[in-house]
């Protein structure tokens, strides 16, 4: 079996497949009678058509190492995975290769991160590794499909370091 690290997240790193939604540096603006930070449009969402809808899933916690044998992508919209506990969960991401995933990278958010995938960005499957499993997406609500998966010959393992 191949097997991936897992890295930390970095903004950077992390660019070419979606945005880090997290509250570090000053506030962009201080509202709320001076009593709020607001942290301004942290996430690009983008649609090709249909609205954006607010779910919340409930996923099941999951151990290391972790077979990687699937990943998916939404070719209509972009999605958000906003955890609603404190805690880390992991995000596997691939370059396009030609229609399916190229090589996985596996990244670990930092507590109180989220994360916007680009539209038509290969991912893995929401997977917290700590808390609750329960998010808060924000992804396209629409007509048609917007969900293409790709099962891999030969699985990965996603360990740590």
Known sequence: MRQITIQPITKDAFAPFGDIIDSTGDPDKIINQGKCGRYHDRATL???????GLSLFKAELRSLPLTLDMMERHPEGSQCFVPMS????LVIVAPDADGQPGTPLAFRTEPGQAVNFHRNTWHGVLTPIAGTGLFAVIDRIGDGPNLQEYWFDTPYEVIDP
């Open 86 to 89: 404190d805690t880390p969960f």
């Open 46 to 52: 983008d649609f090709s058509d249909g609205r954006a």
